[in-house]
């Protein structure tokens, strides 16, 4: 199993522009979530889903939108970038158990620097 | 809502002295706890966790932690560190029921261990 896989690893952007970044995992989690980490803030959540054509909102959501199609993919859009979203982002993922919760499996990170 | 504290942003102990490192939460019923660590430009790896039972749970590469319930904490302990556990550390807590599959992170504890 490859685990949690983000691409790319690193990225530059200008203002006003968009991208997608993107996550995937092959171990059938049902579980996944988008994270994005700034120095002394820990990590935040930004979306996350329960299962394929579930998504719902975390704490700093604004100006991103996700979508869950497959099982395995689970891509995060920005979609006009701003300087406030420099950050390194984290996708994790979870299986399921029931009626509780299970530890997050997480990628290495994608570091975006947007100028 | 849930949140996570983790008082001390930087300890520094020495190659072979004990640590402990420290979590209070705030949630009002019995969390899921964890205890991530991340190394500079990794992602983060599952130190132990905690669902339920023994309140005393042990995790990977000698690390333990203690649930006191009265004292809503979850802190970390080793009796004896190694030069390669200099990291960041995060405790996270999850919620039960209708919140499932999201994480609280706290902010982190930067470990420096001096040879």
Redesign the interface.
Known sequence: NAGVTQTPKFQVLKTGQSMTLQCAQDMNHEYMSWYRQDPGMGLRLIHYSVGAGITDQGEVPNGYNVSRSTTEDFPLRLLSAAPSQTSVYFCASSPPIAGGLNEQFFGPGTRLTVL | AQS?T?PD?HITVSEGASLELRCNYSYGATP?L?W?VQSPG?????LL?Y?SGDTLVQGIKGFEAEFKRSQSSFNLRKPSVHWSDAAEY?C?V???GST?????????TQLTVWP
């Open positions: 996570v983790q942003i899921y964890f991530y990794q992602g983060l790896q599952l966790k669902f995060f996270a999850g919620a039960r499932l599959g999201r994480l609280y992170f706290g902010r982190g």
